[in-house]
């Protein structure tokens, strides 16, 4: 069993930057690939960023690359989203979540089904 917290989030200017943590209890973090993904209002949850174990790989959607860095600190069980140029588009509950495999390859990276333990979600508002 995974315990996920993520902290971090908050009210931002467009223009600023927030890094979002994401907090892991349980022996075996270190072994699977992280995502974090995230929901606006009225909207669907979509896939954000991932990085697979040992944070070889990060993966990234079109709308956040060059603006937002995932990474990972194994030996505290954290995984983090540097969120830098933000957009009042980016206003969302971001949710991390474990991933099944330790290097997901493809669409596999930002098929939730294959994401096993959510934490509870963080806000981000980016708003003047």
């Known amino acids: 069993q995974v315990q996920l917290v993520e902290s971090g989030g908050g009210l931002v200017q467009p223009g600023g930057s927030l890094t979002l943590s994401c907090a892991a209890s349980?022996?075996?973090?270190?072994?699977?690939?992280m995502g974090w993904f995230r929901q606006a209002p009225g909207k669907e949850r979509e896939f954000v960023s991932a990085?697979?174990?040992?944070?070889?790989?990060?993966y990234y959607i079109d709308s956040v690359k060059g603006r937002f860095t995932i990474s990972r600190d194994d030996a505290k069980n954290t995984v983090y989203l540097q969120m830098n140029a933000l957009k009042p588009e980016d206003t969302s509950v971001y949710y991390c979540a474990t991933h099944k495999e330790s290097r997901p390859f493809g669409s596999a990276w930002s098929r939730e089904s294959l994401y096993t333990y959510w934490g509870q979600g963080t806000q981000v508002t980016v708003s003047s």
């Open positions: 990085i697979s174990a040992r944070g070889t790989t990060r």
């Open positions: 349980g022996r075996t973090f270190s072994a699977y690939a």
